[in-house]
């Protein structure tokens, strides 16, 4: 059964740093999604993005954050200056079409020092 | 605001069914759908309603009360496998979830 696939699986970070964390979609699917889960929280929508631009983004994903998708396989998450408060799971998502299931990575931890 | 209330925990025993209730407060509506999550997992679609009514899938059902703001997904013959957090997920619109505080469920044998 065709996977969402993220990488890395753990990142570690300096607080400051740049980081950019990596999703390939399914391959037919064309919406793509970011969600971030704090430890021991709920999944939180962060930005939705179809035809090469963000269909809407929530109030997390300010101007730190930035998606993009550089080829026609990979879609990115990049955080311009990480804060440690951004120490969460990131699971990136996609579906074939606008509300239908979203199939979702196995996430990337990322953890700010 | 948006909001959805879960149980945080529920117990049973194998074999037993397991409703997990979720009740929504959105601004939009367009369906409600379920994901299992395992500790250190991503979450794994279940089920979705968009109508009123039950949605059947195996051994796993959703049921859906747009005019209540309600839904609930029932397990069925639980195993111990089904030990994870549930989370109800509402869609707003078409571009993005919001999910609820997740229930815990706990099965022993």
């Known amino acids: 059964e065709p996977e969402v696939t993220q990488t890395p699986s753990h990142q570690v970070t300096q607080m400051g740093q740049e980081v950019i964390l990596r999703c390939v979609p399914i391959s037919n699917h064309l919406y793509f999604y970011w969600y971030r889960q704090i430890l021991g929280q709920k999944v939180e929508f962060l930005v939705s993005?179809?035809?090469?631009?963000?269909?809407?983004k929530s109030e997390i994903f300010d101007d730190q954050f930035s998606v993009e998708r550089p080829d026609g396989s990979n879609f990115t998450l990049k955080i311009r200056s990480t804060k440690l408060e951004d120490s969460a799971m990131y699971f990136c998502a996609s579906s074939d079409q606008d509300n239908q299931p979203q199939h979702f990575g196995d996430g990337t931890r990322l953890s700010i020092l | 605001g948006q909001s959805l209330e879960q149980p945080s925990e529920v117990t049973a025993v194998e074999g037993a069914i397991v409703q997990i209730n979720c009740t929504y407060q959105t601004s939009g509506f367009y369906g409600l759908s379920w994901y299992q999550q395992h500790d250190g997992g991503a979450p794994t679609f279940l089920s979705y309603?968009?109508?009123?009514g039950l949605e059947e899938t195996g051994r796993f059902s959703s049921f859906l009360s747009r005019s209540d703001s309600y839904g609930y997904l029932l397990l069925q013959e639980l195993q111990m496998k089904d030990s994870a957090s549930y989370f109800c997920?509402?869609?707003?619109?078409?571009?993005?979830?919001?999910f609820g505080t997740g229930t815990r469920l706990q099965v022993f044998p």
């Open positions: 997920a509402v869609s707003p619109n078409t571009d993005k979830l919001i």
């Open positions: 993005f179809y035809n090469n631009e963000i269909s809407e």
């Open positions: 309603n968009a109508l009123d």
